[in-house]
Structure formats: C-alpha cells, structure tokens
C-alpha cells in the first residue's frame, strides 16, 4: 500500500487512490511521495520536531533551518465549485494533512479563516465562486494572505485571485497576472464545444487543450530537483505574471493524452512557454496558482509539489484555535447508529447513481455542464471513508453536522430517486439539478469533515 | 471468514424488528462448507422460529463457471419438511453482493414489509402500497421507487397473500424454482418481497490461481458437449422431447443465461411481439422469459399451443403460483383454455405431486442433460441426481448447468473452493455435508 | 486492436463484466468494469453490452453496433436531454477506458471468458 491507510475491505480498489496499482502511480524513481509526507506529518503530529535539512524531510529542498509542523488547512467547498475540491481531499489523506476544515462560502465570511494557516481552492465557476464569497469573503481572504496565510489555488482557483474587472471578480485582484488564454473572438472551436469557450465579459476565455500536458519547474524554491513533470488541464488558466511574481512551472509539451479543442497551432501559441504556476506574495502571505490541476490524483510529482508548497510557505507561526464549531465526541451505540444510518443512505443514493451513469441527459449551472456521472464521484469519495468511520470506536463531529447530516444524506437520495423517476418519465430534469448538486456538495462536506476530525482523533 | 465471502450471517426479526449481525465463523464454513450446508445448519438452529434462510455457496459470485446459485431454505408448506430452492438469473450473484453471505428471516411483521438488503445495510420496508399487487406491479414499484432496475426482487404475489400451498417466491418478474410453496411462508410472515442489490467485493485468497483455474475449466467446457445448444428448446431435445422444441422455436425471441453460467437455461418468447424483432420494442411487456422447463413441458402435455402455454406462465408469474403444479391441474381437468386457466388460478388448491427428488427442486429436469456422467445411477430423480442437485446447492453452482457439465468435478469445486478461501476441505467434509442434506 | 462485440450471440451472463472487474480489482467486483452487460429492460427482452474505450463509447446492441464519439457535441436541450449520437463527456466516468487487459498474461479476458463467443478481438483503433 501506498499510504498507512488502505481501502476499506470490501471496496473497489480502483476507486481508492491509495491502491497499490500502476494506475494511481503512487512511485516516482522509486519515491513514494505519499510514504514520505504521510510518515513527516504522521510523526509531527506525535510532537517529533523535524527540521527542513533533516534526514527525514530529505525529499524536501534545502532551505532555512526552521521545524516543520502539521497545517491546518481550509478546503473550499462552497458553491460554484465543481467536484475537483475531492481531489485535494485524496491528496491531504493520503500524504496526512489531517487537519482539515472543509469550508463554505458563510464560513469564509464568518472569520474562519483567522484559524487556518492554508487556504486550498480548486476548480468549478469562478464567477459563482467570487459571487457566492462577495465582498465579505474577498475580504477576508485578503486579510487571511495579508497577514501570513498561504492561498493555494488551481484552475478556478487560480482564476479567482487574478486581474480583473468583470463583476464579482473585481473583489479579488491580489496578484498583479492575467489571463494569457483570452481572446476578443472566440476561436474556433473542434470539440467539447461549451468546455472550450466561455464569454468573459467582451472578451472569451478559451481553453485550448483539456487532459494532461507535460510542464517544466523553473526550479525555484519548493519546486526545485523536478525538472519536467506531468499534470491535467480542465479548463485552467495560461497566465501572463508581473514583476512581483515568481514563475514556478510553465506549460512544456503536450503528450499523447492531450486533447485539442482548438487548433494546434493556437493551443502551442496559447500555452507552450507560457506560465503554468506562480508563486506570488500578498502582505505577509503567499499564493500558488497552478493553471493545472496539481492536485489530482493521478498525478504523484505535481502533488508532491502541493505539499513542498504548504511546507515552504504555510503560515509562519502556528495559528492555533479552532475551527470555531462545538465538537461533540461519538461513541459506542451512538457512533455506530450514525454511522449506519449514513450507510443506508450513501448505498440508497450511490445504487440510483450507478443506475444514471448511462443516462442520456446532462444539466447546465451556471456555466458549466454536469453529467449525471459526476454524482458518483461525491458519494465515491464518501464511501470509500466509511469503512473507517465504521471500524472507529468514536468519531468527532459538530454539534450542526451531527443535526444535519443525516437528513441531508435522505434528501439526496430522495432527489436521487426523483431525478431517476423524471428521466425514465423523460420529463426534464434541469430544474431539479441545481439543488441536487448542492445537496450533494454538503453531505460530502459534512460527511468528510466527519472522517478528518476522527481520523485526528485516532491520531 | 476472509475470502470469498463478506464474513456476514444476517438476522431479521420482522416480528420485532431487530436486525442483527454474526459473524461467518470459518469453523462453521470448515464443517459445513456453505450454500445449503449452512442453510441447513441455520434452519436447525431457529427451527423453533419458522425461519426461512437465504444464502449462497463460497463460489457464488465468482467466475467459477455456473456460479450464479442462492438458496432459500425453509419448511415446505406442501411437505412440512425443510426443502432448499434455488435463486437463479441474477438473484444469486446480487444476494452474494448485499455483504450478507446468509439471511435468516424471523417472525411475521405487523404489516406488510419488504426486506432490503444493500451493502451491508439490511431495512425493512414499508409493503403496504404493494400488498395485494401481482409480481409484476411489485417488483416495478420496488425498482422504480429505490431508482434502480438492476435490483433484483424475490417477490411473492396474491397467491402468497391468500394462503395458497401453490404460492411461489418469483424472482423479478419470473418463475423461480421454488416448488416447494415458499411463496406462503413469505405471506405469512406479511413479507411480499427481498430485494437485493449489493456492490461489494469479493476478495479470493490466491487470486491468480483461482482465475487461472477458471480460465482453463471454460477453455474445457467451450468444448464441451452442451455447446452449440441454447435455451429450453434445446434442454427439450436433451430432455427427448424434440416434439416440444418445435412446439416452441417459433415463438423465441432471445436465450439468456443466468449469471456466469455458460449454457442460456432461460428463454424468452415474444407473445404479442413478433420474435424476429431486435430493436427495442415499444410495448412494455411483450413476452415472458421461460425459466423452468419442465412447466413448460407441463402445459404442452396439457394441451395447450405454445403461446397459449407462454400466457399461462406469465399469469402465473404475476399471480405468484408455481406453473408447474397449475400444468398438472390442466393435465387433470383437460382445461386448454388460457382464459380459463387465469381465471382458476385463485381457486387452485389440493395436493400435487412431489417426486422423489429429496429436499431439493424438481424445477431442474431429472437426468443429465447432453452429457453422459459417469455414474451408475441417472434415472429420474436418482441417487445421481441428488447427489448432484446437493453439490451445486453446496457451492452454489446452477443446478440445472451442474448437470449438464461433468468438468465441474466434486474434487474440482473443493479445489478451487480451498484456492479461493485458504482452506483446506476435503472430500470426506463434503460426503459428510451431502449426506446431511440429503437425509 | 479493439474489441467487438456481436451483442446478438451475447447471453448476458455477466462473465465479461465480472472478468474486466476482476482485472481492476484483482478481486470479485463490477463496479470498476468498463465492459458492462446493460439489462435494465427486463421486461422487454432487450439487453446488450457497453465498453467504454478511451475515445469512444461502444454499445453492442441487438440491432447493431452503434459507436458514440466521447463527448464530441454538448449543447444539452430544454429538457437536458443529450443528443443521440454523442457520448457525454466523461461516460462511465468512473470506470477506466478498456486497456485490453494490459498486462494481464490472457489478453482480453472478456474475449477469453465469454462462453458464446459473442465477444472478439479485432484490428483497428477506436
């Protein structure tokens, strides 16, 4: 196995991404990444003090003597994004960034922020993102870097902090970069036509190429030793960086699993040399930006540079707290009857969702498409966790998570179920897709939260 | 139990509706084995509580070739003894992957519930809107309101909810192998169905060895004497009743085989549909799928021309009655009118005739089918057989292909058995359980 | 190479689909198969199988084998329903394109265990 914890007996393996097959690619040159940062935070979190230089932390570059320590980090999952905010959850539970808090749009505005030392972001509609955290939540997410946190965002998440002047994003120009992929017309277009274009105010954001492509480290900092590495685009930005920002990465090649949505010729244009990751400073605080997402999991090198990153720049002195929730402590009887009860619905509402991964329909929110497929990609991500909760003798869980989870878990299945009804009816189901996703999206959120506060309990 | 199993005996009390779990101990498994032997040895422990027991055999579920068998055990309202019915198509495979490797059923409900059972999750639920339903209704709630029709339902139709000794568990919307009445021990315990759906894994202790295994035996059996042949048309002739598949080719619209078995036992036959078509047709509920031959074979000897004999199956199927027995009926009244016939089905009632098959269902015809078994006894219903019948019931192979494939050896399927698990049973194990079951 | 499927000779007994689990898992499962028995039309006798390859989507249905493009069109209708011919995007999204049992020692196991021969492997990419 590649990390301390396997799958739960009994689960497909293949959707478990610590497997110990090729496709998860878990070794790089004999390196396991995951080993490695799981086995540093793993003994940080016993109170072991490794300093960067040690033999421990070998993999990771040379830099100022300073003692590492596990970070607390803010994964958003509020509305407008889409299902990729999973792929930062493998990442942080495989390489046992255990402390997690899984973030909304009120949070954010509520201050929990002031708790964190990183800020992750990953992919979705970032027009509805900044709309959803308003001026509240660019606030305090400026004010969260400014005063020394680390912002770590890919595609929409990379999209978020950059120049501009279209509403809503014009909250949040931290970083003096722009987007290198715009056009005044939209270009024309060979494939997965609404991936590959989306109006931007006057000006169309395109998307040249979707799927992997090969970058170069521009071996500064947490990136140095890697030369070139491989990692997927989905919509994520080329960027053209001012002086204050330092190039981490640029788009090198393309591979064979390139897809083209444009012409070639405009795809190499747009990206090939052009910057992939920037490291840029805000106050006391740091961003990434990763164009691709570095944080997928099929994709051992970019993650393993997730994770130099959060080390090399996470806040620099411990923020202590909490995450400003009342945590109640589950076991016995109790633990066990949650547990169950979340069961039944995850199976109710994964067996209708296994039934619709053929289904012939797909909804529009927002500017993005989703496919019924995509809903198994949320309650996979639970499942797999729920032999641990399940093996557990006690679980950590909010007062608020613990009121809701288990009606929020019916209601899926309920909508589940109407949405299935409604398309062997053939009657339209776009109207329900919206409350569908968000339904999904918290349960996730309530559910994942559940697992990472007991799995640092069981630490 | 680690292997080939999800180590889970299920117990539900419909009475009181407490659902509990034990463990599949593997002491259990090195005495017993699985499949009817643990059945069996489930029914003995809750003899005093009417128990009707579901299980599978440790190959159930696995690529062994045939591997599609579930059981149901329980007393036999037309003999009052314990008898064994197999769940065939899909049931077996899918029961296998609810994470329970044995259910045993409790009590009678207040009111009528069905059972669902789903990864590792057993609810009992609310049957009031489908009590009183045919099969067939009961079975399209159930998958359209839990959103799946991969679901697979054993379900029990007015028939069962009447009392009738004739009542017959159905598998989805079909005839199931049960003859034994079980059908009226689910109405009396107000339980209509078990619906079954399960995504789970089964992890095999030497995996490549096992699949190896399995690879060769279909290498084997590809070149076995049964290939070529498909469907009951085919099963009649081996039956000797050429007559009958002429009666019935031009009727057939596709064969199918239940899970991983490679001989299609079931048949389809268009009633209101012409057979040759091949896209989808627009109505609904164009035919039936023929799952038991010798029924069938039953209504023919009644008289009946092959579609009439189709629509008497699928009122049967949807009434919940074993066809088989109504055939025998139709053999005594001469009645060939399928109106009529329909219209009988909820006045059926006197005892039918059992043959001397043991505990185990008549349903798979009495003899070897294409092949000739080494063995010195294959009359009907025989010591071959029997003993036949209780080691596809053991392992969980499909009863009817175990008797027309010689290459699944008893010492072959204890071979892959102890591959597939990590231990080490043997023939003398096996002797002891066949001839529990047998007793 | 490729694989074809003759979805009239099919039985829909599943071997293909358990055997394709079983290269994914390297234990007894469906759900990581790409080649998938679809028999959701009980009722009505029609059943066929599925493959999900890296470009295309194949579905061997009694009529013919139609092939959909992986998501070549997306502009979904008032009704959200897609148009015939096109694949979403990211069919089966869960279920790995057909590698042709990649380093498994014998080759295609869905053509190997299928008992009817209904499945082969043929020249030709996607």
């Not at chain 2, 027991?53 to 599609?68: E, M, N």
């Not at chain 2, 070149?223 to 019935?248: H, L, V």
């Not at chain 2, 080691?391 to 009817?400: L, R």
């Not at chain 3, 329903?81 to 694949?87: C, L, R, V, W």
Request: proline share 5%.
């Amino acid at each position: 196995m590649c990390a301390a914890s396997g799958p739960p007996s009994r689960f497909s393996r293949k959707f478990w991404p610590f497997g110990d097959r090729g496709a998860t690619g878990c070794h790089n040159n004999g390196i396991n990444f995951y080993n490695f940062y799981a086995s540093i935070n793993q003994k940080l979190a016993r109170g072991a003090e490794i300093l960067y230089g040690d033999e421990e932390a070998s993999l990771l570059p040379p830099a100022r003597p300073c003692p590492l320590r596990v970070p607390r980090i803010g994964l958003y999952a509020g509305s407008g994004t889409s299902h990729s905010w999973l792929w930062f959850v493998d990442l942080f539970d495989r390489m046992f960034f255990h402390d997690v808090v899984f973030l909304d749009e009120d949070m954010v505005k509520n201050g929990v922020l002031k708790n964190l030392d990183v800020f992750a972001m990953s992919g979705g509609d970032t027009i509805r993102i900044a709309e959803g955290l308003g001026a509240e939540g660019a606030y305090e997410l400026e004010r969260f870097i400014g005063e020394g946190g680390l912002y770590v965002g890919s595609c929409a998440g990379a999209y978020l902090p950059l120049k501009s002047s279209k509403q809503h994003l014009d909250r949040f120009n931290f970083v003096d970069i722009k987007i290198a992929n715009i056009s005044k017309t939209a270009p024309t277009v060979k494939q997965l036509g609404r991936k590959a274009t989306t109006a931007y105010g006057c000006d169309y954001v395109y998307h040249p190429v979707r799927e992997e492509v090969r970058l170069r480290s521009t071996e500064k900092g947490p990136f140095s030793g890697v030369g070139s590495f491989l990692a997927p685009l989905y919509g994520g930005p080329s960027m053209v960086t001012g002086n204050a920002s330092e190039i981490m990465a640029q788009y090198d090649a393309f591979t064979k699993k390139t897809l083209f949505l444009v012409d070639e010729t405009l795809a190499e244009k747009t990206l090939i040399g052009n910057v992939a990751a920037v490291r840029s400073e805000l106050g006391n605080g740091v961003l990434y930006l990763f164009g691709p997402h570095f944080e997928h999991p099929h994709f051992p090198i970019a993650n393993h540079l997730v994770a130099n990153a959060i080390f090399w720049d996470m806040k620099k002195s411990s923020v202590g707290g909490t995450s400003g929730m009342s945590e109640i402590v589950l076991d016995g009887a109790a633990k066990r009857k949650l547990v169950r009860d979340i069961k039944r619905e995850i199976s109710n509402a994964r067996i209708v969702s296994v039934g619709l991964e053929a289904a012939s329909v797909r909804w529009t929110i927002g500017c993005k498409i989703y496919e019924p497929e995509k809903i198994r990609v949320f309650l996979e991500a639970i499942w797999k966790r729920l032999g641990r909760l399940e093996q557990s003798p006690r679980i950590q869980i909010s007062n608020q998570t613990l009121e809701e989870m288990t009606p929020s878990a019916c209601e899926v299945t309920r909508i589940l179920r109407e949405v299935k009804s409604r398309i062997d009816d053939r009657l339209e189901t776009q109207g329900i897709a919206p409350h569908l996703f968000d339904s999904l999206r918290r349960l996730t959120m309530f559910c994942l939260q559940t697992y990472f506060n007991s799995l640092l309990l069981d630490n | 139990m680690d292997y080939l199993s999800s180590n889970k005996i299920l117990i539900v009390n419909l009475e009181s509706g407490e659902i509990t779990e034990d463990e599949l101990d593997d002491e259990l498994v090195s005495h017993r084995i699985g499949g009817v032997g643990i059945t069996s040895s489930l029914y003995e422990t809750y003899k005093d509580k009417d128990p009707i027991v579901l299980g599978t055999g440790l190959l159930t579920g696995s690529l062994f070739p045939g591997s599609a068998l579930g059981i149901i055990s329980a007393k036999s309202a037309k003999t009052g003894e314990v008898a064994h019915s197999p769940l065939t198509l899909k049931a077996g495979m899918e029961l296998k992957y609810t994470g329970f490797d044995y259910v045993v059923v409790l009590g009678k409900a207040v009111k009528p519930v069905f059972l669902w059972l789903h990864d590792g999750v057993a609810d009992i639920q609310d049957a009031s809107e489908i009590w009183g339903s045919d099969v067939w209704k009961a079975s399209d709630h159930i998958r359209r309101s839990m959103g799946d029709d991969l679901i697979q339902t054993l379900v029990v139709g007015p028939a069962a909810e009447s009392g009738s000794e004739l009542a017959q568990v159905c598998i989805n919307y079909w005839g199931s192998g049960d003859c034994w009445g079980f059908g009226k021990s689910f109405g009396e315990k107000n339980l209509k169905a078990i619906a079954l759906r399960g995504m789970g894994l089964l992890e095999i202790s030497e995996p490549e060895d096992f699949v190896d295994q399995c690879f060769e035996l279909f290498e084997k059996i590809k070149k076995g004497s049964f290939m070529g042949k498909t469907g009951i048309q085919d099963i009649f002739s081996a039956m000797g009743e050429n007559d009958a598949t002429e009666w019935i080719l031009p009727l057939v619209h596709r064969n199918s085989a239940c899970y991983n078995t490679p001989y299609a036992t079931n048949t389809f036959l268009y009633l209101s549909e012409d057979p040759k078509t091949l896209t989808e047709p627009d109505e609904p509920e164009p035919g039936f799928l023929v799952t038991d031959p010798c029924a069938l074979l039953g209504f023919k000897r009644a008289g009946l021309s092959a579609k009439d004999a189709g629509s008497v199956m699928k009122a049967c199927a949807k009434y919940g009655i074993n066809p088989l027995a109504v055939a025998e009926f139709c053999v005594k009244s001469g009645e060939k009118d399928p109106e009529n016939i329909e219209k009988s089905l909820k006045d059926l009632e006197g005892p039918v005739s059992v043959p001397d098959c043991g505990r185990f269902s008549y349903w798979a015809p009495g003899k070897p089918l294409f092949s000739n078994f080494d063995a010195s006894d294959t009359s009907e219903y025989g010591a071959w057989w029997k003993r036949r019948q209780a080691v596809a019931y053991i392992f969980g192979i499909h009863p009817i292909f175990a008797n027309m494939a010689p290459e699944l050896s008893e010492e072959l399927m204890l071979e892959m058995v102890n591959k597939g698990t990590g231990l080490e049973l043997n023939q003398d194990i096996l002797d002891k359980v066949i001839e529990d079951v047998c007793s | 190479m490729r694989i074809d499927v003759d979805a009239l000779k099919c039985i829909g007994c599943m071997a293909c689909e358990m055997a394709c689990g079983y290269h994914r898992d390297d234990a007894f499962a469906l759900l990581a198969s790409c080649i998938v028995v679809y028999r959701a039309r009980e009722k009505k006798d029609y059943f066929g199988v599925v493959i999900k390859e890296e470009e295309s989507l194949t579905i061997a249905r009694p009529e013919g084998l139609e092939i959909k493009r992986i998501g070549v069109a997306e502009e979904p209708g008032s009704t959200g329903q897609k148009k015939e011919a096109d694949a979403s995007a990211k069919p089966m999204l869960l279920r790995e394109p057909c590698d042709l049992c990649d380093g498994m020692k014998y080759g295609p196991m869905c053509v190997k265990i299928c008992p009817v021969n209904a499945i082969s492997l043929v020249e030709g990419g996607e």
